[in-house]
């Protein structure tokens, strides 16, 4: 299946370019790289080899956007199926935090997965610490499901859903 175009309000999720990197590296800021537990920030040249890659796989379970304002470059957002189960993650450029962006790119795709994909569930985790995504993700719809051990970094992730 083809990235579809999602809008909503003045936001557009398209197929990321590789021409983003630089952007793309930019948004994933050290705040950005606590919360998804990275040792640092990712450099230009692996968000190129990533967006490189995303770009020419058509993997059928895997999706992901470059979002974007009239003003650029906001953020990403992915779709991906993770052991039978589908899970969103998502970064906003901090330039562009604090506008609900996260909210409005979590809604859209997550309405077009459970509506135009036939999904039954999405899930994420979220750092038990990383108030400001519980927040987004509470206001998207999703409900708070439990709690699970991230044994890699140390803590524990609250798990939340949103279902059909």
């Known amino acids: 299946m083809q990235l579809p175009l999602l809008t909503v309000d003045e936001l557009s999720l398209t197929p990321p370019l590789v021409d983003d990197a630089e952007d793309w590296a930019a948004a994933q800021d050290d705040e950005c790289a606590r919360w998804f537990d990275w040792p640092c920030r990712p450099p230009v040249e692996r968000c190129r080899d ?79 610490g990383n108030i400001a995504s519980q927040k987004v993700l509470e206001a998207a719809g999703f409900t708070r499901t439990g709690t699970a051990d991230n044994p890699e970094a140390g803590h524990q992730d609250f798990t939340y859903e949103l279902h059909r």
């Open 50 to 128: 990533h967006l490189a890659n995303v770009t020419t796989t058509h993997d059928p379970d895997s999706y992901t956007w470059a979002i974007r304002t009239p003003t650029g470059f906001a953020g990403g957002i992915d779709l991906k199926l993770d052991e039978g189960a589908w899970n969103v993650s998502y970064f906003v450029h901090p330039d562009h935090r604090g506008h609900h962006i996260a909210r409005r790119a979590l809604r859209a795709v997550t309405g077009w997965a459970l509506s135009e994909r036939g999904v039954d569930a999405v899930s994420t985790r979220v750092h038990t």
